[in-house]
């Protein structure tokens, strides 16, 4: 069983910045592909960010404002969020994906999932 414990998420103004820490349980935490997906009301959770080893996978609507990195000693993930817009406000998520071989997109292709941290970004 890993548990994953977001953290970090807040209130912030149009522009700013947060950044997401995932901490994770388990032994080879370094081989585990790990995801970010988050879901505001009333629409379904769509993808953000993974990594796998050293690849990275971003969305579009994110990519080169949001960063997703790792240290395999602290067993965490995280998701730098920089330029943050009002479409950015969602309840973000972290997954794993222990046997994952790939960095997905779909939110099917993860085993384990956080709790969820919210992000609101004001206008």
């Known amino acids: 069983q890993v548990q994953l414990v977001e953290s970090g998420g807040g209130l912030v103004q149009a522009g700013g910045s947060l950044r997401l820490s995932c901490a994770t349980s388990?032994?080879?935490?370094?081989?585990?592909?790990m995801g970010w997906f988050r879901q505001a009301p009333g629409k379904e959770r769509e993808f953000v960010a993974a990594i796998k080893w050293s690849s990275t996978s971003y969305a579009d609507s994110v990519k080169g404002r949001f960063t997703i990195s790792r240290d395999n000693a602290k067993n965490t993930v995280y998701l730098q969020m920089n330029s943050l817009k009002p479409e950015d406000t969602a309840v973000y998520y972290c997954a794993a994906d222990p046997a994952g071989w790939t960095t997905s997109r779909s939110p099917s292709g993860y085993d384990y999932w956080g709790q969820g941290t919210q992000v609101t970004v004001s206008s």
């Open positions: 388990g032994r080879t935490f370094s081989s585990y592909a």
